[in-house]
C-alpha cells in the first residue's frame, strides 16, 4: 500500500541554520506530494505541495522538490527563525477508484532555538 | 470566518460513555474526513464521505459511527469509549478532483477518556 517515511525527529536547529527534513515516499501511480505544519496547539495547514515530477514547491522560505527517480520530497529552508517550531507531515494523496486519500508520514517535530 | 470548525475542542469523558464530536466546513468542499492523532503525532485517516456517501472506512472498530446530514457537516459518534480512545480527533474536507488531494482541517478535538 502507500506510505511515507520522513525522518525521526525532534530535530533542533539554532535560528538561522539550513533545514532539511527528508521525506520517502511509496506509491502506485502518480501521487500529489505534500508537506503540511502543525503549530502548537493547532491544526494541521497545508504549507505546500507538488502534483507532478519535477514540480517545486515552495511557501514561506522552503522549498521541496518531487523527485520520482529517487521517489522523494525532502523538505528544505536556508535560514530557519524561531516562529518556525512545529511539527512537520510529509504526505501523499492518492486517487483510487475516484476516491481521494492522505496518507500521511510520522512527522518530525523541529524545535528552533535563538 | 473559520474555514472548517469543530466541536467541542476539549473532551474528557468517562469509560464506557458515548460523546458526539462535530464538525461543519464553509467552503463548499464535497468530501469531508476524519483523521486520528495519536500521542506520537501519528496521523491516521479513518473515514472519508464525499457528497454524504461513505467512501473510506478504514478499519474502526464499529463503535465509531460517521453520520453525514449535509454535505457540509461531518460529525463523528463514539459508543462504549475505551481508554486507547484517547487522541486528537481532527475533520478536514477537500473538494475532488480541484483540490488534488489537498485537504483543510480543522484545530481538532483532543479526546481523553478517563
Known amino acids: 500500500g502507500d506510505s511515507v517515511t520522513q525522518m525521526e525527529g525532534p530535530v533542533t536547529l539554532s535560528e538561522e541554520a539550513f533545514l532539511t527534513i527528508n521525506c520517502t515516499y511509496t506509491?502506485?501511480?502518480?501521487?500529489?506530494l505534500f508537506w503540511y505544519v502543525q503549530y502548537p496547539g493547532e491544526g494541521l495547514q497545508l504549507l505546500l505541495k507538488a502534483t507532478k515530477a519535477d514540480d517545486k514547491g515552495s511557501n514561506k522560505g522552503f522549498e521541496a522538490t518531487y523527485r520520482k527517480e529517487t521517489t522523494s520530497f525532502h523538505l528544505e529552508k536556508g535560514s530557519v527563525q524561531v516562529s518556525d517550531s512545529a511539527v512537520y507531515f510529509c504526505a501523499l494523496s492518492t486517487t483510487n477508484f475516484g476516491n481521494e486519500k492522505l496518507t500521511f508520514g510520522t512527522g518530525t517535530r523541529l524545535t528552533i532555538i535563538p | 470566518d473559520t474555514a472548517v470548525s469543530q466541536t467541542p475542542k476539549y473532551l474528557v469523558t468517562q469509560m464506557g460513555n458515548d460523546k458526539s464530536i462535530k464538525c461543519e466546513q464553509n467552503l463548499g468542499h464535497d468530501t469531508m474526513y476524519w483523521y486520528k492523532q495519536d500521542s506520537k503525532k501519528f496521523l491516521k485517516i479513518m473515514f472519508s464521505y464525499n457528497n454524504k456517501e461513505l467512501i473510506i472506512n478504514e478499519t474502526v472498530p464499529n463503535r465509531f459511527s460517521p453520520k453525514s446530514p449535509d454535505k457540509a457537516h461531518l460529525n463523528l459518534h463514539i459508543n462504549s469509549l475505551e481508554l486507547g480512545d484517547s487522541a486528537v480527533y481532527f475533520c478536514?474536507?477537500?473538494?475532488?478532483?480541484?483540490?488534488?488531494?489537498?485537504?483543510?482541517f480543522g484545530q481538532g478535538t483532543r479526546l481523553t477518556v478517563v
Open positions: 506509491a502506485t501511480g502518480y501521487p500529489s
Open positions: 478536514a474536507s477537500s473538494h475532488r478532483p480541484r483540490s488534488r488531494g489537498e485537504a483543510f
